[in-house]
């Protein structure tokens, strides 16, 4: 602050009974070191008010003459930090029940009576003096507090719009990486069915389909981070069998632990038959994730999943013979592309991904999760999630199983909308395989228009495609068919893109399901069957 406002802080402004008595009064002061301003208004000493004073010295004459109402506002319009003193000097006698009222009425004020008692006088306007002096400290003080508030604020815009674009350029190349990599799954799963193979064909093609995988399943890793960083992941609550769901992660690990002469089991007996509300999907992701770590860490003996109730919640954990980890390390794993030393990317492969998303993943789900483990004694894994027990919904709900059902012939015909060859030729394989028949439009306006002969039992629809993307076809598609009084067509979008939003927007726009780049034959299989057995959705003879 510099010394000219300063000093405009620190005056008293003065409005004196007579001239005589303001210069009496100044001279006073100024011989205590107070600096003063005489006013020759109550609407002069208002103005001089709101451009900063430390004290207020009023006749009580000037302030019951007219312009009360002026100063009361000035003085109800302070900031919260402010609370000016207002010294009146009250004439000789007493002062009446009215004069008091009507005073009080404008705001908090001093009386000093005439003639004043000097000392008494200058230490009054001393005191408030200072207290005017701790009030700016006040003021200045919350300038700085909102200064660093805003200054922090900006800070987290600018770190989030970083996070975001760091994000949607995740997202956009695993967009660019699914796109071709349906290509490659998609094409190795239709020449594993192709006869005859040669032995070594087939170990080719395995060998594709298993790197393609590995490579599909890094980049979901890859994407869950970013998710997970950009709090981009969405957690559902819905009633699941926990041992079930350990079951089917364990007989998903079978080959490979037996592979290794592993044994491999679960113990549910605590939870057996009972449901809990929790999200399946990622919790399904996490044990997973912990089960293949422990059974690609050790050589001989056994994997065990175990899970119980404790108090509000449940406790999973997988335990395993293996090759451990250093005391030292521990900590250390749970943190992104961390491995607990160099040779086991050598040795065992992977990314050190996996741990970093099963803590992200458990923590936003209210969880936790911790490691035991000395090196050469195994490895316990426990995470803990408050995940209530329920009553379990009538009739077990379960999970469409991954069978490809046999070629059936002339189950109708297609419309598959998609302007990337090699996917035209995997989805139009894959749907072949399953005994419809195809016809291929190469963007969205060539597929509305082809839609409109009627040829079509449902429509597989690419979102992303030249001249009129796939949402814009749909809509265009559902106001026809309302226009027109027209059965809906069922309709599954089809998108490389992985991120949440995009199954949103592919239902917004009309679509009746969606599946992402790169999909198995069982899993389009099973989207197609759905809507076409659905009620209201179009039955076909077998
Ligand atoms: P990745 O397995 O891809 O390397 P993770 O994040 O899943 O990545 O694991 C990080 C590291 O933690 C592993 O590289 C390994 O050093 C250690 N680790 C994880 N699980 C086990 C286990 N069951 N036994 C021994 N070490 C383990």
Redesign the pocket.
């Known amino acids: 602050m510099t010394d000219a406002a300063e000093t405009y802080e620190r005056r008293v402004l003065i409005l004196p009974p007579t001239r005589k008595d303001g210069d009496m009064t100044v001279r006073l002061l100024r011989s205590n070191g107070i600096v003063c301003e005489i006013c020759d208004s109550l609407p002069q000493v208002c103005r001089e008010l709101e451009a900063g004073a430390g004290a207020v010295l009023l006749s009580q004459e000037h302030v019951l003459s007219g312009g009360g109402a002026n100063l009361r506002d000035v003085l109800r319009r302070q900031p919260q930090w402010s609370d000016v003193a207002v010294i009146l000097l009250t004439p000789p006698g007493p002062d009446t029940a009215t004069t008091i009222d009507r005073l009080a009425e404008i705001g908090h004020m001093t009386l000093i009576k005439r003639p004043v008692q000097l000392a008494n006088f200058v230490t009054t306007i001393r005191s408030a003096l200072r207290d005017r002096e701790r009030q700016y400290g006040i003021r200045d003080y919350l300038a700085e507090r909102n200064r660093q508030a805003e200054a922090l604020k900006e800070a987290v815009e600018r770190a989030n719009a970083g996070n975001q674009a760091k994000s949607e350029f995740l997202a956009n190349v695993s967009h660019e990486i699914r796109t071709p990599m349906n290509a490659i799954i998609g094409l190795s799963h239709i020449l594993a069915r192709s006869s005859p193979l040669s032995a070594n064909q087939k170990k080719y093609i395995d060998t594709l389909q298993t790197s393609g995988e590995s490579l599909l399943m890094l980049i979901n890793d890859l994407l869950d981070v970013a998710k997970i960083e950009a709090g981009g992941i969405e957690i559902e609550t819905i009633p699941f069998q926990l041992d079930r769901l350990l079951t089917e992660v364990a007989s998903m690990l079978s080959v490979k632990a037996s592979e290794k002469t592993l044994v491999l089991s679960v113990d549910a007996v605590d939870v057996a038959g009972r449901w809990f509300a929790g999200d399946p999907t990622r919790l399904r992701q996490i044990v997973t994730?912990?089960a293949s770590?422990?059974v690609?860490?050790?050589q001989a003996g056994s994997v065990l999943i175990r899970a119980r109730r404790d108090g509000d919640g449940i406790v999973v954990a997988?335990k395993?013979t293996?090759?451990?980890?250093d005391a030292g390390?521990i900590n250390r794993?749970?943190q992104k592309f961390?491995?607990?030393?160099s040779t086991?990317?050598r040795q065992?492969?992977?990314?050190?991904?996996?741990?970093?998303i099963?803590k992200g993943l458990t923590e936003l789900m209210g969880g936790a999760i911790v490691?035991e483990?000395r090196a050469g004694e195994?490895?316990t894994?426990t995470v803990t999630l408050p995940w209530v027990e329920v009553p379990g919904p009538d009739g077990k709900a379960g999970s469409v199983p991954e069978s490809v059902i046999e070629p059936r012939a002339h189950l109708g015909c297609l419309l598959l909308a998609e302007d990337h060859a090699p996917n035209v030729l995997v989805a139009r394989t894959f749907a072949e395989m399953f005994g419809y028949t195809v016809d291929v439009a190469e963007d969205g306006r060539q597929a509305v228009g082809m839609w409109r002969t009627g040829r079509y039992v449902l429509i597989l629809m690419d979102v992303q495609m030249p001249t009129m993307d796939g949402l814009q076809a749909t809509r265009a598609i559902r106001d026809y068919e309302r226009g027109h009084g027209l059965k809906r067509i069922p309709i599954i979008g089809m998108t490389a893109h992985a991120l949440d939003g995009a199954r949103d927007r592919c239902i917004e726009a009309g679509m009746d399901d969606y599946i992402s780049k790169p999909f198995s034959p069982g899993d389009l299989q099973a989207k197609i069957t759905r809507l076409l057995n659905a009620p209201g959705g179009i039955s076909v003879d077998a």
């Open positions: 994730n912990l770590n422990a690609k860490f050790t997988v395993d293996g090759v451990g980890i390390k794993i749970f961390t491995q607990a030393d086991i990317t065992y492969g992977g990314t050190g991904l996996g741990l970093a099963c490691a483990s195994g490895a894994f």
